[in-house]
């Protein structure tokens, strides 16, 4: 090789490497004017770009609280579902075939075309994919799509909601709606305590959506919700559902209800109402089951409201159960003829025998004692035309009218409970004042709250406040007493062993429509305690428009003895021993 050719091989060579040189310095330009241009202008757009790609965050669900009975029974609790997501990013090209393989797996429980629709989603990075998914049925689900290759889809734990009872007080403990917010009862009042604080997670994931082991991750720990210990007994509760939904079952009524209170610590001891429902099914939810009828239902009481109207003339020193009555065969009032439920002529009656006779003309007699403003008074005393304070939701105040617009007749109708409207709490709450001395106080159904790490707060309990004399409670426990006799118009309601103090009520239904009583319709009530010398219970029963032969004493004073007989024997009172008096109801 000569040196000519030699010097050109040399000069190839030179540029060669002189154009290798240039573009790799062009390369690395470009490379760092790139970077620059990240690092120093694009920082916050690419860092989130990265981040919206490379990391997935999901809601871990707050435990909800139970609601549990007096005895720690569980009435309401919670348990760990799944709930299936997706990212749309991820699975819209291949939306067919997983909805194809959730279809495949879950069935009717999910709409193909739905959810494809929704992994379809555009621009969104979450949507939900069908929620309360058993586990078994999530992880067929996703090792279907594993097998696939399909990605996108992801599981989601979530804290569900059971009842274990069914519909064992359901009206009172309400029920969670699809969002798991609190709808009625208990749990809509105490939603926020029940709920407690979601916790989070967020964790890197590779371009196809699966969780990168050992990568950084952010959690945030969910703080479970309190739990809350009701005044209800459960069992007494199931028998007194079992036992009111035989009584309307019989009766072939509209509805009813059966309430029990504790009247020397005003607690609620079961809350029972026909037709009811049941939470876990989450069928025929319809608002004659799912209203709180002892809460919101209003209706005119008729003779129970008897009690209330001695209670006042008692207090007033103007009637005693001896006090003798001339009762008229009827009486004409306003244009108005008004009679009793049955046909008589002149009757004398002491006040006891009104009570025990439940004779309308004898308490209207009785009431002439008093003014409108001096029974309107006392009906406010007794908690009538107002909220009982009960810790539940959705309370109706009843209608109790102003006396100023009064006439004879409402003055008249009004002391035997026609022409005034009540909830049953609010009867529970006035007769509960008499049984108890004379003292009222407001209804509780919850005890108390345990937070998550164990620390039980009770809950305020109100002061009783004393609204009539206890010589008046007494009197006015004696005339009830003459009701349950053999004489009286509910012996059915007696207890072996244990004097019973009650009251048989029988109403006129109002058309809600028209506003005009509904001839031939009735609602018929008992209320009673027991022991009578030594009140402990109270049990109230309405039974509204029975199309059987029906009665307060025939038909509501049997479920009445039945769930008070329940209560007295579970809770271990034993009959004071005590002879019932011999009160005369005729002079």
């Not at 050719?5 to 490497?17: D, I, L, N, Y």
């Not at 435990?63 to 549990?68: P, S």
């Not at 991820?90 to 067919?96: D, S």
């Not at 001839?519 to 010398?533: L, N, R």
């Amino acid at each position: 090789m000569n040196a000519s050719t030699r010097a050109r091989r040399a000069g190839v060579v030179r540029r060669r490497v002189q154009i290798s040189l240039a573009i790799v310095l062009v390369v690395f330009l470009a490379f760092g004017a790139r970077l620059l241009q990240i690092q120093g202008f694009d920082t916050s757009a690419y860092a989130a770009m990265a981040s919206d790609a490379g990391t997935r965050s999901t809601v871990v669900p707050a435990e909800r609280g139970e609601i549990l009975d007096r005895n720690g029974v569980p009435l309401a609790t919670s348990f760990d579902g799944i709930t299936l997501t997706a990212d749309p990013k991820l699975t819209a090209e291949n939306a067919p075939q997983i909805a194809g393989i959730l279809r495949e797996v879950l069935g009717s429980d999910i709409d193909y075309f739905d959810v494809i629709d929704q992994l379809r989603k555009p621009d969104s990075r979450f949507v939900y994919v069908v929620k309360d998914v058993p586990a078994w049925q999530a992880d067929q689900v996703m090792d279907g799509l594993r097998e696939a290759d399909l990605n996108g889809v992801f599981v989601q734990h979530e804290s569900l909601r059971s009842y274990p009872n069914g519909s064992v007080a359901a009206n009172l403990i309400g029920r969670l709606n699809d969002d798991g917010q609190g709808v009625g009862g208990l749990e809509q009042k105490y939603d926020e305590l029940l709920s407690g604080t979601d916790g989070s997670a967020t964790y890197n994931v590779s371009p196809t959506g699966e969780k990168i082991p050992l990568a950084d991750s952010q959690v945030t720990e969910m703080v479970p919700g309190n739990d809350v210990r009701t005044t209800i007994d459960s069992d007494l509760q199931w028998y007194a559902d079992d036992a009111l939904s035989q009584a309307v079952q019989a009766a072939d009524a509209d509805w009813g209800l059966a309430v029990t209170l504790d009247v020397q610590t005003c607690e609620v001891l079961q809350m029972s109402q026909v037709p009811t429902f049941d939470a876990d099914a989450k069928t025929d939810l319809t608002d004659a089951k799912t209203v709180s009828r002892g809460l919101q239902t209003v209706y005119e009481p008729g003779s129970v409201m008897k009690t209330v109207t001695m209670a006042a003339l008692a207090d007033q020193g103007k009637i005693a159960p001896t006090t003798p009555i001339s009762v008229p065969s009827s009486m004409l009032i306003d244009g108005f003829t008004i009679g009793d439920a049955w046909d008589h002529g002149q009757l004398n009656l002491t006040a006891a025998g009104v009570i025990a006779k439940s004779s309308n003309l004898g308490t209207i007699i009785a009431a002439q004692q008093m003014d409108d403003e001096t029974m309107h008074e006392y009906l406010t005393r007794f908690g009538f035309g107002q909220k009982t304070g009960v810790d539940l939701p959705g309370e109706s105040v009843g209608i109790l009218t102003d006396p100023a617009g009064w006439s004879k007749a409402n003055h008249a109708t009004i002391s035997f409970g026609q022409g005034v409207s009540v909830t049953a709490m609010q009867m529970v709450r006035a007769v509960g004042a008499i049984a108890n001395g004379g003292q009222i106080c407001d209804p509780s159904v919850v005890s108390g709250l345990q937070s998550p790490d164990g620390v039980t707060t009770a809950t305020p309990q109100d002061t009783p406040q004393q609204i009539i004399s206890q010589d008046a409670a007494r009197s006015v426990t004696t005339m009830m007493e003459a009701v349950v006799t053999d004489e009286g118009s509910a012996p059915a309601a007696q207890i072996p062993g244990y004097r019973v103090a009650g009251k048989t009520g029988t109403a006129w239904r109002v058309d809600p429509d028209s506003g005009r009583y509904v001839s031939g319709s009735h609602t018929v009530s008992f209320v009673g305690f027991a022991p009578a010398d030594a009140p402990r219970f109270l049990t109230y029963v309405v039974i509204d428009n029975p199309t059987a032969a029906a009665s307060g004493g025939g038909t509501a004073a049997p479920v009445f003895r039945d769930i008070m007989s329940m209560a007295l024997q579970r809770f271990g009172i034993l009959p004071t021993g005590a002879g019932a008096p011999q009160t005369p109801t005729t002079w």
